[in-house]
């Protein structure tokens, strides 16, 4: 299956196994985990979500300020 991950506005198409989850797509695309929060076709999710086909990923980094 692919998937498209956009971060940064830079846009990455990703091949992945069928039953991967976001995180499986993310590290595929050079992106940390752990530095961003993930939307699937606009819904924010969980990073073990399964993907679909054609799914759309935004990942948006976060910044705590101690």
Known sequence: MEVQVVC???KHKVKLK???VVRD???KAGI???TV???VNGL???QMEELKD???IEAT???SKG
Do not use: G, T
């Open 54 to 56: 054609k799914d759309k």
């Open 32 to 34: 940390n985990p752990e």
């Open 61 to 63: 980094e976060f910044v």
């Open 37 to 39: 929060i993930a939307k």
């Open 44 to 46: 924010i999710v969980s």
């Open 8 to 10: 940064n506005k830079e």
């Open 18 to 20: 069928n039953y991967s």
């Open 25 to 27: 797509a993310l590290h």
